[in-house]
């Protein structure tokens, strides 16, 4: 998962899907196929500006055929003018196939595929990703980049021919920063030169240090065996997609950069990497907490993800609408869930906002019959360098791997974004928390509610990491038992339960509510006959359907 919040804060459209086209890109880098995206939207309301990063986001994402299966979609006054566009991407691969993104075999070659290189996005990591926002946003247009889906597409198909054929040796994005990152990260075990004057442009007369950050999309950068190159530029032929040889790697250990013959820049790639600056953010505890905005009635949100095409691949067992969705791994009929989530609106504690991230994205998932195996993480925070925003990162990054270790589940990737704020307001702490888990059978998925049904309310029976997580335990083990299961979310048990009934076609539960739950909860409905099977604790009956 990554962000793209400063581009959509600017330009919402192409922020999004931009946004959208370098997380598939991220996958793609590794040697998967990437099967499903998902979306985390922060925004002050449902306005034009929401619209249209929802239209960039459809527009990529049904443009290369990757279905968007789930996400979150919060509205709060306190993102009115710093949205967040976080982007999930979960792609497949086997096990034996992980390509690595390291340069490695002196004297061979650098090759960059995909698009040509004009000045589209020059400034997206420094001037935009590395600032708070003011009133001079419309001047920051320039540095959006502009995507384009269907050579994102040609992009994803290229890429997983030519590490399936074993025509690379290793594979990077050009993602922020353009060259200069990817190239610097390749380099850091060898060296590279990379010979700017090669590289295909689509304007005239760009300078060499333009061509080294333009962040211009759908391009990667292939480290190839000088006897695998004409097959390479076959592959990327037949599908119509520039492919040059750039540079080389070297035993030097630096990045240099030439240009008509001249060296143009020259720094030991360790530099940028391993051993770049690093310091001490000073933290402090904030004295009193920003007062929270009103909390914001439920919003319909199914307008949402019926612009996108979420059924694409062949694979989406359980939609989008309620909790995880559930793709199937074809040919087995083993599942993943897949969800992401995050803090409830009006939250300011950080701890708790890190922390109770893990867990709603980890109920998400168990509700909808996964084991929870792996989280990644994008951290949304301000400027970094107020010592109370640095104690918030600080508590926010605790707070997730407390939860990850009491559900013994693995954080695997994770994004930081920060100096989200706009003239002097920061957002709150907002860590988003993507998690994938694994259904062992996708014909036992929970779906919806049937009439005769008995209706449980599942809590966790104390306030504490530990309770949670023997919550979301029982929920995933007792899913194939189960005709729904629903976590109870920030909009509470009533509304979880009109949520359940939307779902179950506008079946509706008799049901005496209780008092509102205080910890992680979920609504589960099951045949009377198959109640004794979930045991004698964890769980209360409250209705049935009639």
């Not at 989200?420 to 509610?449: A, H, K, M, Q, Y």
Request: aromatic share 6%; glycine share 10%; proline share 7%.
């Amino acid at each position: 998962m990554e962000s793209h919040n400063h581009p959509s804060a600017v330009e919402p459209f192409q922020g999004a899907a931009t946004g959208v086209g370098g997380i598939l890109r991220d996958i793609v880098a590794m040697g998967a196929r990437p099967v499903a995206l998902l979306d985390g939207l922060w925004f002050g309301a449902p306005d034009g500006h929401f619209r249209r990063a929802v239209a960039g986001i459809g527009h990529y994402g049904n443009s290369t055929g990757i279905p968007t299966v789930g996400g979150a979609a919060v509205f709060d006054e306190a993102y009115r003018d710093n949205c967040l566009v976080n982007a999930m991407c979960v792609g497949l691969l086997p096990s034996d196939r992980v390509q690595s993104a390291k340069a490695s075999g002196a004297g061979n070659l650098v090759v960059l595929f995909g698009a040509t290189t004009g000045r589209d996005g020059i400034g997206g990591a420094s001037v935009l990703a590395s600032q708070e926002l003011g009133e001079d946003d419309g001047d920051k247009r320039p540095t959006v980049q502009v995507g384009d889906p269907f050579t994102g597409k040609k992009l994803i198909e290229v890429s997983v021919e030519l590490v399936e054929s074993g025509l690379v040796e290793s594979l990077q994005d050009c993602g922020a920063a353009g060259l200069a990152s990817s190239l610097a990260e390749m380099a850091s075990e060898f060296g590279i030169d990379v010979r700017l004057d090669r590289v295909p442009l689509r304007e005239a007369g760009m300078e060499p240090w333009e061509i080294m950050i333009s962040e211009s999309q759908e391009r990667m950068v292939a480290i190839v065996r000088p006897q695998m190159l004409d097959a390479v530029q076959a592959v990327c032929a037949r599908w119509e997609l520039p492919c040059t040889a750039i540079g080389e790697v070297t035993k030097s250990a630096l990045l240099r950069a030439l240009y008509e013959g001249d060296v143009v820049g020259e720094i030991p790639a360790r530099f940028l990497t391993d051993e770049c600056p690093r310091y001490e953010i000073e933290r402090t505890p904030r004295d009193e907490w920003p007062q929270p905005s009103p909390r914001a009635e439920p919003v319909d949100k199914r307008w949402i993800f019926e612009q996108y095409d979420y059924l694409v691949g062949s694979r989406t067992v359980r939609r989008p609408g309620l909790d995880a969705a559930v793709l199937r791994l074809r040919p087995s009929l083993r599942g993943v869930a897949v969800s992401l989530n995050g803090p409830a609106a009006g939250e300011r504690d950080p701890f708790r906002a890190g922390a109770s991230a893990v867990l709603r994205a980890a109920r998400n998932v168990a509700c909808a019959g996964g084991e929870p195996l792996a989280l990644t993480d994008c951290l949304n925070f301000g400027n970094p360098e107020k010592p109370e925003i640095g104690w918030e990162l600080e508590q926010a990054i605790e707070g997730i791997a407390q939860a990850a270790e009491a559900l013994r589940v693995p954080v695997v990737s994770g994004n930081v974004s920060l100096y989200n704020e706009t003239d002097g307001r920061p957002i709150p702490p907002t860590p988003v928390v993507g998690c994938v888990g694994l259904v062992p059978d996708v014909r036992f998925v929970p779906s919806r509610w049937r009439s005769g049904d008995a209706v449980l309310l599942a809590v966790a029976p104390e306030d504490s990491l530990a309770a949670e997580a023997a919550l979301i335990r029982f929920l995933w083990k007792a899913a194939p038992l189960l005709s729904l299961a629903h976590d109870v979310g920030a909009g509470g048990l009533a509304h979880a339960l009109a949520e359940a009934a939307g779902w179950s076609g506008g079946l509706e539960a008799d049901v005496d509510l209780p008092d509102e739950p205080r910890r992680g909860a979920a609504v589960l409905a099951i045949a009377p006959s198959q109640v004794t099977r979930l045991g004698s604790k964890g769980f209360v009956q409250i209705g049935q359907v009639p």
